[in-house]
Antibody
Framework: QVTLKESGPALVKPTQTLTLTCTFS??????????VSWIRQPAGRALEWLAR???????FYSTSLKSRLTISKDTSKNQVVLTMTNMDPMDTATYFC????????WGQGTLVTVSS | DIQMTQSPSTLSASVGDRVTITCRAS??????LAWYQQKPGNAPKLLIY???SLESGVPSRFSGSGSGTEFTLTISSLQPDDFATYYC??????????FGQGTKVEIK
């Protein structure tokens, strides 16, 4: 059974750096062809794809957020970490991690609020 | 990035209606196009991948078609469980991915 779970702070202040961890089980990110993405969704608004890391350590970022994002993996811990710098209230959203393409397995999401 | 434009943004329909949602890409790409259904409070559910392949367990009333820059999700006969928001996503493997802005299917 594949599971993914997001963890990180529920509240961050403007200008701070957000660090989110996706801890997964049921697969290894060292397996060829697998990849994990981060996606976010402000309340009542659309999904926004943020970043992904592939089994071979290739990394891809949303062009609009590339300067603020860093994605990394720790294969031994079955974790993928996303950092987002210079947080703004507009970054308030539910953040999901997901194993996608192939497969479609999502975490439950974690709500991050940016407020002073 | 390849930008995805969905239409309409909202759709009002009745049970039994045939429903079509369109997704247009800013540039032509492979058939790496997926459709998701999302209900409030839940993560998205994959319906269609590779533009027209039905995900296992998804009812056959859902179908996908298209290529190049224009893709379509069709629900052949809308059921009560289908009232939700639908998103397209391009997942070209050598580039960043993007979602469309969503289509909310409401009860007429």
């Amino acid at each position: 059974q594949v599971t993914l779970k997001e963890s990180g702070p529920a509240l961050v202040k403007p200008t701070q750096t957000l660090t989110l961890t996706c801890t997964f089980s049921g697969f290894s990110l060292s397996t060829s062809g697998l990849r994990v993405s981060w996606i976010r969704q402000p309340a009542g608004r659309a999904l926004e794809w943020l970043a992904r890391i592939d089994w071979n350590d290739d990394k891809f970022y949303s062009t609009s957020l590339k300067s603020r994002l860093t994605i990394s993996k720790d294969t031994s811990k079955n974790q993928v970490v996303l950092t987002m710098t210079n947080m703004d209230p507009m970054d308030t959203a539910t953040y999901f991690c997901a194993r996608m393409h192939p497969y479609s397995d999502w975490g439950q999401g974690t709500l991050v609020t940016v407020s002073s | 990035d390849i930008q995805m434009t969905q239409s309409p943004s909202t759709l009002s329909a009745s049970v039994g209606d045939r429903v079509t949602i369109t997704c247009r890409a800013s540039q032509s790409f492979s058939n790496c196009l997926a459709w998701y259904q999302q209900k409030p409070g839940n993560a998205p559910k994959l319906l269609i991948y590779k533009a027209s392949s039905l995900e296992s367990g998804v009812p056959s009333r859902f179908s996908g078609s298209g290529s190049g820059t224009e893709f379509t999700l069709t629900i052949s006969s809308l059921q009560p469980d289908d009232f939700a928001t639908y998103y397209c996503q391009q997942y070209n493997l050598s580039s960043p991915w993007t979602f469309g802005q969503g289509t909310k299917v409401e009860i007429k």
